[in-house]
């Protein structure tokens, strides 16, 4: 089956029908008045999604859809019967777009949603409805209400949980045919893929998410180069996105850092929104001995920006088992974790500089800042002893005059001060000595 994403359509609802103009003949009824019926209503166009659907290849061929219109209203009170809805199915991911405005009228992103696009004309209603006291027989009817007309472009964004992106040929058809039950075409040659292809992985646990593979993306892009951008709106509802690097590319100019760096520079061309969707690294054709070599140097590169880089082989399915495990993590937990690494930081690659300077310094500088230092203290110090030979000098004088003038001061002040002792001395020996002649008084009275 062609796959089929984008189309253009003009869709027209049913008109509504006329109402009636009739009155009432029956015998032996005289001015039986009107009996004119309604019009009935015009069918609308209705969009329902369908998940058994993948494409819109029905509406490339079959570009015009008009709903029926309503019957005319009839007499003898009967209406006119009304058309039934025409119900175009679409695959579940399409989105309806106003051609003229560009306007966005709805996503249908559900299984099973609808949306008018265009509303079927209102029936006339006949005369049997403009009949009053004062206007009895009215021989007018309203006519039916025009059904609603648009042309609309629908454009189908396959609902993936998984994106898998890189250059051609990196082997994303492998990977996706090795990881679910999918089987794409598998070539040696670049642009094998040329429609995206959806695959339903079951992981651990009872779990399952569905993976889309699209054709490969290559520089320029942007500007219609290859496929272009034109598969890269089926990966705008991804979760996750998977960048398959080719690390046996041969070419000129092609490495696996400048493949990873193109690639990104063309999804923010696109959409800066999808450039920032969570990105796994996977290094596939490690089975290659050129792929071996390329690793190292370009793990080393993505570490410097945060970034892990999970080693593979589509062919072999070396390492698959743990890129779905960070996969799984990101798309069921939203942990990202396992898809960064600690990248060098700037503190760490400043210290090792520093240590090293501070290591080679004093080689270079210390003589400079040293001998300076020598100098200075070896000028400064005879000031200091100087000073400090002065100092005991002055000192000594000063110390040895205040002694001279203390000593004369205090010299008299010693003798006065002794001779007030030794009269003191004398007057209190006199009371000794009378205690002594007291004391014969004492002895006598005993010998009485």
């Known amino acids: 089956m062609k796959f089929v994403d984008e189309v253009r359509i003009y869709v027209k609802a049913g008109d509504g029908g ?7 003949r029956e015998k032996f009824i005289e001015r039986g008045g009107p009996n004119g019926g309604d019009g009935g209503n015009g069918g609308s166009v209705v969009f329902v999604s369908n998940p058994q659907l993948t494409t819109l290849l029905d509406y490339r061929y079959q570009q015009h859809h008009r709903a029926k219109n309503g019957e005319h209203g009839m007499g003898s009170d009967c209406n006119g019967h009304g058309a039934e809805d025409m119900v175009l199915q679409v695959p579940v991911g399409t989105l309806i777009r106003n051609e003229q405005t560009g306007e966005l009228l709805v996503d249908l992103s559900d299984p099973g949603q609808q949306f008018v696009a265009a509303k079927g004309g209102r029936g006339g209603l006949g005369n049997m409805n403009f009949a009053t006291s004062t206007r009895q027989t009215p021989r007018f009817a309203q006519d039916g209400g025009k059904g609603e007309e648009i042309t609309l472009r629908l454009e189908l964004k396959l609902l993936a949980d998984v994106g898998l992106l ?16 999918a089987r794409p075409k598998v070539a040696d040659y670049p642009f ?23 054709p490969g993306i290559i520089e320029g892009a942007s500007e219609g180069v290859g496929l272009g951008h034109q598969f890269l709106r089926h990966v705008e509802r991804c979760k996750v996105l998977v960048h398959l690097i080719d690390m046996g590319a041969e070419g000129e100019g092609r490495k696996p850092l400048a493949d990873f760096n193109i690639l990104n520079a063309e999804l923010k061309k696109y959409s800066a929104e999808l450039a920032g969707k969570p990105q796994v690294v996977a290094a596939n054709k490690q089975d290659l001995t050129e792929g071996r070599d390329r690793l190292g140097p370009f793990t080393e590169a993505l570490r410097r920006r945060g970034i892990r880089v999970y080693p593979v082989s589509c062919a072999t399915g070396e390492g698959m088992q743990p890129l779905m495990d960070a996969v799984a993590e990101v798309l069921f937990t939203g942990r990202t974790d396992k898809i960064h690494v600690e990248m060098p930081t700037t503190r760490s690659a400043s210290k090792a500089p520093a240590k090293k300077a501070a290591k080679q310094a004093p080689a270079k500088k210390a003589p400079a800042k040293k001998a300076p230092a020598k100098k200075s203290a070896a000028k400064k110090a005879p000031a200091k002893k100087a000073a400090a030979k002065k100092a005991p000098a002055k000192k ?14 205090k010299a008299p002040a010693k003798k006065s001060s002794s001779k007030p002792v030794a009269k003191k001395a004398a007057r209190k020996a ?8 007291k004391a014969p008084a004492k002895k006598s009275g005993g010998r009485r």
């Open 18 to 24: 006329n109402g009636a103009v009739a009155f009432r």
């Open 166 to 181: 890189g250059f051609p040929n990196a082997g994303k058809s492998t990977f996706i045919s090795r990881v679910s039950r």
């Open 192 to 214: 094998t893929t040329l429609v995206p292809n959806l695959g339903m992985v079951q992981y651990k646990d009872n779990l399952s998410f569905v993976m889309a593979d699209i």
């Open 396 to 409: 000594a004088a000063a110390k040895k005059a205040s002694a001279k003038k203390a000593s004369a001061k």
């Open 430 to 437: 006199p009371v000794k000595k009378a205690a002594a002649k």
